[in-house]
């Protein structure tokens, strides 16, 4: 599981890869946390996500959406994500959970909102590649 920031216009994309579908999401969503905070200091409760979508990407938006939620409500960074997903019938199911590292103890920039904009997830040989384009 792996991510890497790139420089996008006015806002900031992570390109992010894992063996499974779940860790290509969790790997987005610590690539922005990367986006937000330069260094994640020890401590933190985890806690759990739960998102249903109509499809992949719906549910990655959807994911990434509700940790900014998340982070929103409980005044928290989300860090050292874990997820998983699957197909159940017609509907994407993720269910994940978050090392949530409160704010007052970082230095965080905000990211206000997911895009749709330029957003890939396929599967490729080795795992499942994911491009994210975040507002900053």
Sequence with gaps: MRF?????????????????????????????????????????????????????????????????????????LPVDNRATVERRGEEWVVDGSARGVPLDAVEAREVKAVTYSEMLLEKREGGWHAYVVLDV
């Design 4 to 76: 890497e920031l790139r420089e996008h216009t006015a806002d900031v994309a992570v390109e992010a890869w894992g063996g499974t579908l779940g860790d290509a999401f969790a790997a987005v969503a610590d690539g922005m946390a990367a986006a937000m905070c330069d260094s994640v200091p020890a401590g933190g409760d985890r806690f759990e996500v739960h998102v249903v979508a109509e499809g992949r990407e719906a549910a990655l938006f959807d994911y990434l959406d509700e940790l900014i939620y998340e982070r929103d409500v409980r005044d928290v």
